[in-house]
């Protein structure tokens, strides 16, 4: 498996405009965790998936933050509209059951 | 919510040396991960413990549960260990992950 996919890897953006990240996991993982890390506060957890449910996204920051996953193979982030203050590195990650999770390659996301 | 503290922040080591990072949590877990951030930004797990001790190579990690603290051991350190560790950890079965703000390791030739 080539692992948790994300993308863009790299995304700079003007203020105020709608960002979408995307991520791919490992087929067979049925639990999507989106994180994000900053400088400032670290890694924190945004949302994470059960089998394609949301089950916990108190860590999203604000009504500009969403998150969807239409099937298991696919989630998306989207911020709308961005601001400079999202700039950070955004990881996705997957895991199966109660083991060990897997993380993406990180989407770093600029907002000027 | 969940406290994790590391420490220490930054460590900076020769080759060769035993390096100990440390991590404690506030409260109950189901489960403790270390994991290790290179500076090119990735993060993989190393381990994933509820009690215990696991080794992996040169990597060992320890968890006490009554004492809510674990430690991760590098022997023999080599200048490719340089990286971040990180500490996090789950209070439910298949919960997202609390993370401790990482320590800093630089290993020396």
């Known amino acids: 498996d080539a692992g948790v996919i994300q993308s863009p890897r790299h995304e700079v953006t003007e203020m105020g405009q709608e960002v979408t990240l995307r991520c791919k996991p490992i087929?067979?993982?049925?639990?999507l965790f989106w994180y994000r890390q900053t400088m400032m506060r670290g890694l924190e957890l945004l949302i994470y998936?059960?089998?394609?449910?949301?089950?916990?996204d108190s860590g999203m920051p604000e009504d500009r933050f969403s998150a969807k996953m239409p099937n298991a193979s696919f989630s998306t982030l989207k911020i709308q509209p961005s601001e400079p203050r999202d700039s950070a590195v955004y990881f996705c990650?997957?895991?199966?059951?109660?083991?060990?999770?897997?993380f993406g390659q990180g989407t770093r996301l600029t907002v000027v | 919510k969940n406290e994790v503290e590391q420490s220490p922040q930054n460590l900076t080591a020769q080759e060769g040396e035993f390096i100990t990072i440390n991590c404690s949590y506030s409260?109950?877990?189901?489960?403790l991960h270390w994991l290790q951030q290179h500076p090119g930004g990735g993060i993989v797990s190393l381990f994933m413990?509820?009690?215990g001790k696991k080794k992996h190579g040169r990597l060992i990690a320890t968890i006490n549960i009554q004492e809510k603290h674990s430690s991760l051991h590098i022997t023999a350190s080599h200048p490719r260990d340089s990286a971040v560790y990180i500490c996090?950890?789950?209070?439910?079965?298949?919960?997202?992950?609390?993370f401790g703000k990482g320590t800093h390791l630089i290993i020396q030739p």
């Open positions: 413990l509820s009690s």
């Open positions: 087929s067979g993982h049925n639990s």
């Open positions: 996090a950890v789950t209070v439910g079965g298949a919960d997202g992950l609390t």
């Open positions: 990650a997957s895991s199966f059951l109660w083991t060990e999770a897997f």
């Open positions: 409260v109950g877990i189901s489960a």
């Open positions: 998936f059960n089998n394609n449910v949301p089950i916990d």
